[in-house]
């Protein structure tokens, strides 16, 4: 029986996610001996000040998808949409059937968390359960946030956090 080849490519500084996702991967590959899934990953670096920085993307470049009988694509960090839709190109060439888990390829597949809904949710639990009424929300700096996750959970925390104070 032919193993079946899956690319998984990755770029992110949340390696919570990323591990979380391989570890899927993982359990997975224990009970289906006849996939293999390869890595390609540029460990997260994104340098926005550095003119030159595809060259850390390089390594998306050694995936000949052709060998490949799909691809997973999670990549939230990716600084150079250049990068993306290029990757993205190469997807569509050789057609094989893929998947984005959290950025947008296109319209191609993709998997993606209502992060609004998810910090009301959470928001409404510590309110709820908790009977919190002094909240606090950390955020990061949302310049970084090419894709609006931070701001939408930022307004979902806000959306019930009100009225609670």
């Not at 993307?57 to 290029?86: F, P, R, W």
Request: net charge negative; charged share 30%.
């Amino acid at each position: 029986m032919k193993r079946r080849q899956i690319a998984f490519f990755t770029s992110d500084w949340n390696y919570e996610l990323v591990g979380e996702t391989l570890r899927g991967v993982s359990r997975y590959l224990t009970e289906h001996s006849e996939v293999n899934v390869r890595v390609f990953d540029c460990f997260g670096i994104d340098k926005q000040s550095i003119s030159d920085d595809a060259l850390v993307y390089e390594i998306y470049n050694e995936a000949m998808l052709e060998e490949y009988d799909g691809v997973i694509v999670q990549t939230h960090q990716i600084v150079q949409k250049s990068v993306l839709g290029e990757l993205e190109r190469r997807i569509r060439e050789s057609g094989i059937p893929a998947i984005s888990i959290g950025v947008a390829l296109g319209d191609l597949p993709q998997i993606k968390s209502d992060d609004f809904a998810a910090f009301k949710e959470i928001t409404n639990h510590v309110i709820e359960q908790h009977h919190a009424r002094k909240l606090w929300f950390l955020k990061g700096m949302e310049i970084y946030d090419g894709g609006g996750e931070a701001i939408l959970r930022r307004y979902g925390f806000k959306n019930d956090a009100e009225r609670a104070c």
